[in-house]
T-cell receptor, first 114, second 115 residues
Framework: AQSVTQPDIHITVSEGASLELRCNYS??????LFWYVQSPGQGLQLLLK??????LVQGIKGFEAEFKRSQSSFNLRKPSVHWSDAAEYFC????????????FGGGTRLMVKP | EPEVTQTPSHQVTQMGQEVILRCVPI?????FYWYRQILGQKVEFLVS????????KSEIFDDQFSVERPDGSNFTLKIRSTKLEDSAMYFC?????????????FGPGTRLTVT
């Protein structure tokens, strides 16, 4: 069965510093990859997605992610973090031969120091 | 910008009671979903729904759960006899495309508390 791992439960960065949130998945089929962000009391907002093509994808709010098939990874990056980026971030994966369900990672809670 | 809406935002119920969680998907979307997130745990898939029938369901989605699209706009999740372990945040989502994984847009969630 497919699984998604976000190794970092909590990350704290200083405002203006760069950020990388890790995501690894396990399954053999072609993945469809997503990052969602959840602010307190809010729903899940789609940040970016990868279906095919260029492995570096750009999303909203200045985020980008890179798909590395050899490492089964889809890490989220941002060059300069803003205080408003503090939230929980979820990686999610779907597979072409597994219907439309998404499998989520456990989430990474990002805290931003002033 | 169109969005998925869910009501109520918070529902408190007693064990054994029936609850209905309501969702209004984005209007031109054809595929609908329910996910749940128990506090401190992962977001888990429950069920997907297309063309007025269940397309897929997880092991969590047992006989206590049902889904319905009672009219052209609402999509509901019913839990017949709630248990303490049903306490969770329930997210509705919708997507435009069928046949492969596609962008799923999530609502703000309903927090269900079973006492």
């Amino acid at each position: 069965a497919q699984s998604v791992t976000q190794p970092d439960i909590h990350i704290t960065v200083s405002e203006g510093a760069s950020l990388e949130l890790r995501c690894n998945y396990s399954y053999g089929a072609t993945p469809y990859l997503f990052w969602y962000v959840q602010s307190p009391g809010q729903g899940l907002q789609l940040l970016l997605k990868y279906f095919s093509g260029d492995t570096l994808v750009q999303g909203i709010k200045g985020f980008e992610a890179e798909f590395k098939r050899s490492q089964s990874s889809f890490n989220l990056r941002k060059p300069s973090v803003h205080w408003s980026d503090a939230a929980e971030y979820f990686c999610a994966v779907g597979f072409n031969n597994a219907g439309n369900m998404l499998t989520f990672g456990g989430g990474t809670r990002l805290m931003v120091k002033p | 910008e169109p969005e998925v809406t869910q009501t109520p935002s918070h529902q408190v119920t007693q064990m054994g009671q029936e609850v209905i969680l309501r969702c209004v998907p984005i209007s031109n979307h054809l595929y609908f979903y329910w996910y749940r997130q128990i506090l401190g745990q992962k977001v888990e898939f429950l069920v997907s729904f297309y063309n007025n029938e269940i397309s897929e369901k997880s092991e969590i989605f047992d006989d206590q759960f049902s889904v319905e699209r009672p009219d052209g706009s609402n999509f509901t999740l019913k839990i017949r006899s709630t248990k303490l372990e049903d306490s969770a945040m329930y997210f509705c989502a919708s997507s435009e495309v069928r046949g492969q994984v596609y962008e799923q847009y999530f609502g703000p969630g309903t927090r269900l508390t079973v006492t």
